[in-house]
């Protein structure tokens, strides 16, 4: 059974800089694609960027073009996101998810959000940017 623990969220000013981690347990992510997901308060849960299992193909939605990187290093059972020049409409809970449909070593990966294939998700981390 695949885990998924996400940290390194917290309090940024605009402008500022944040790398989250998600940290998979009990299964390789050479099987999976992994997608970032955020959900701000009052607002439905959105894709943000995610990579393929076989580290790729990254895609980004155009909020965070050129601001946010997702990257999996060889041997590596860990997915960071790496987010600068931070806003205040990146405020949100960030979620990291595992989609396996695509099977190991993919160069396929989505943000859009359907539970059908993102079956597998940590417990979310807060991400707040406020001066």
């Known amino acids: 059974q695949l885990q998924l623990v996400e940290s390194g969220g917290g309090l940024v000013q605009p402008g500022g800089s944040l790398r989250l981690s998600c940290a998979a347990s009990g299964s390789s992510l050479d099987y999976y694609s992994i997608g970032w997901f955020r959900q701000a308060p009052g607002k439905e849960r959105e894709g943000v960027s995610c990579?393929?299992?076989?580290?790729?193909?990254?895609k980004y939605v155009d909020s965070v073009k050129g601001r946010f990187t997702v990257s999996r290093y060889t041997g590596d059972n860990t997915v960071y996101l790496e987010m600068n020049s931070l806003e205040s409409d990146d405020t949100a809970v960030y979620y990291c998810?595992?989609?396996?449909?695509?099977?190991?070593?993919?160069?396929?990966?989505?943000?859009?959000?359907?539970?059908?294939?993102?079956?597998?998700w940590g417990q979310g981390t807060q991400v707040t940017v406020s001066s």
């Open positions: 990579i393929s299992s076989s580290r790729k193909v990254t």
């Open positions: 998810a595992a989609d396996a449909s695509a099977g190991y070593y993919s160069d396929w990966c989505t943000t859009i959000l359907d539970l059908n294939d993102y079956a597998d």
